[in-house]
Nanobody, 120 residues
Framework: QVQLVESGGGLVQPGGSLGLSCAASVSISRLKAVGWYRQAPGKDERQVVAVTLGDGITRYADSVKGRFTMSGDNAKNTMYLQMNNLKPEDTGVYYC?????????????WGQGTQVTVSS
């Protein structure tokens, strides 16, 4: 089992910045994948914002490239998402994500979600 606890988020004006944190109950370096997803208002799907797989390369959604940066602190078992130059279309509930390899395959874990609202 992996617990993920998010913090951060809130209301920001267009062009502003916000940072999200996600504390994991296990070493993030041992996880198969970690990342951030976003669920836009009125949408059922969670879409990937940034994800780091076992190769250590972080991949970003085209819509956030150059504006969002995902990072991690192995000593704190915490991953971060720094969001700059925010746009109204970045509004949504942000979820951190982790995948762990188990004997039966892969288990997926999600944070509780945090609201990000970009509005003037």
């Amino acid at each position: 089992q992996v617990q993920l606890v998010e913090s951060g988020g809130g209301l920001v004006q267009p062009g502003g910045s916000l940072g999200l944190s996600c504390a994991a109950s296990v070493s993030i370096s041992r996880l198969k994948a970690v990342g951030w997803y976003r669920q836009a208002p009125g949408k059922d799907e969670r879409q990937v914002v940034a994800v780091t797989l076992g190769d250590g390369i972080t991949r970003y959604a085209d819509s956030v490239k150059g504006r969002f940066t995902m990072s991690g602190d192995n000593a704190k078992n915490t991953m971060y998402l720094q969001m700059n130059n925010l746009k109204p279309e970045d509004t949504g509930v942000y979820y951190c994500y982790a995948a762990q390899v188990t004997a039966s395959g892969n288990d997926d874990y999600w944070g509780q979600g945090t609201q990000v609202t970009v509005s003037s």
